[in-house]
């Protein structure tokens, strides 16, 4: 005998690894973005450097 669906573990199931992965898409953009910044503060820092 099969055993009866459990509908609402199921959906947890799938809401849990789309937030999982959503989660993860997410930090991969912040790592992006962090990693293209410092080019940025580098030429910040340096033009600061040479106002002074």
């Given at each position: 005998m099969a055993r009866a669906p459990n509908y609402d573990q199921?959906?947890?199931e799938r809401d849990r690894q789309?937030?999982?992965k959503k989660a993860e898409k997410l930090?991969?953009?912040v790592a992006a973005r962090e990693r293209?910044?410092?080019?940025?503060d580098t030429r910040s820092e340096?033009?600061?450097e040479?106002?002074?």
């Open positions: 199921e959906r947890k789309k937030a999982a930090a991969a953009k293209s910044k410092p080019e940025d340096t033009e600061a040479a106002a002074k």
